[in-house]
């Protein structure tokens, strides 16, 4: 069956970079988007981007834009997420869930990443 | 892109029915028919219930259904079930590659 597995938890300061892996088994790691949802403490779901594992195509949300880098490497089913210049309002559990292009429908355990100095 | 607009919460009891409304617009749920719906559990990662407005995947039992009019779609859960008291999102596709999720409501069984 489908599973994502993500990285664990890290603690960044303010201004520094993260980068959240998401290995994905069970399918073909090329037929299916993945995107990148985070969740801070108490908040909501909030889509981040997705990546077309395929061809290496990426579309982030217009307030991540020049922020956030989805990449992947298809030697080893792993899609990445890496997120710069980190402020305190990053702190998020950070999802990775695979589908179409229109919805994601198995997601990963989610990744902690906590900004504070 | 502004998130979708859910009610904070709702509440209903066991065997009863409940509808979370998601509204959007003309740019994303009224354009597309692809509005996704999610059930999530405290301290667990969200659960597909619904895509393509009304379809069920499999193993998600049919007291689940989803309907959109014009720029507002919703959930119904019929039968309501203790298990059933969880937080459940909207997403939406939004064109150019893009998603948009709701702000989530809170069901109190």
């Known amino acids: 069956q489908v599973h994502l597995v993500q990285s664990g938890a890290e603690l960044k300061e303010p201004g520094a970079s993260v980068k959240v892996s998401c290995k994905a088994s069970g399918y073909t790691f090329t037929t299916q988007y993945i995107h990148w949802v985070r969740q801070a403490p108490g908040q909501g779901l909030e889509w981040l981007g997705c990546?077309?594992?395929?061809?290496?195509?990426?579309k982030s949300a217009q307030k991540f834009q020049g922020r956030v880098t989805m990449t992947r490497d298809m030697s080893i089913f792993t899609a990445y997420m890496e997120l710069s210049r980190l402020r305190s309002e990053d702190t998020a559990v950070y999802y990775c869930?695979?589908?179409?292009?229109?919805?994601?429908?198995?997601w990963g355990q989610g990744a902690l990443v906590t900004v504070s100095s | 892109q502004s998130a979708l607009t859910q009610p904070p919460s709702v509440s209903g009891s066991p065997g009863q029915s409940v509808t979370i409304s998601c509204t959007g617009t003309s740019s994303d749920v009224g354009a597309y028919n692809y509005v996704s719906w999610y059930q999530q559990h405290p301290g667990k990662a969200p659960k597909f219930l619904i895509s393509?407005?009304?379809k069920r995947p499999s193993g998600i039992p049919d007291r689940f259904s989803g309907s959109k009019s014009g720029s507002t779609a919703s959930l119904t859960i019929s039968g309501l079930q203790a298990e059933d008291e969880a937080d459940y999102y909207c997403?939406?596709?939004?064109?150019?590659?893009?998603?948009?999720f709701g702000g989530g409501t809170k069901l109190t069984v």
């Open positions: 869930g695979r589908g179409t292009l229109e919805r994601p429908d198995y």
């Open positions: 990546l077309n594992p395929s061809s290496g195509f990426s």
């Open positions: 393509d407005v009304n």
């Open positions: 997403c939406s596709y939004a064109g150019s590659y893009t998603l948009v």
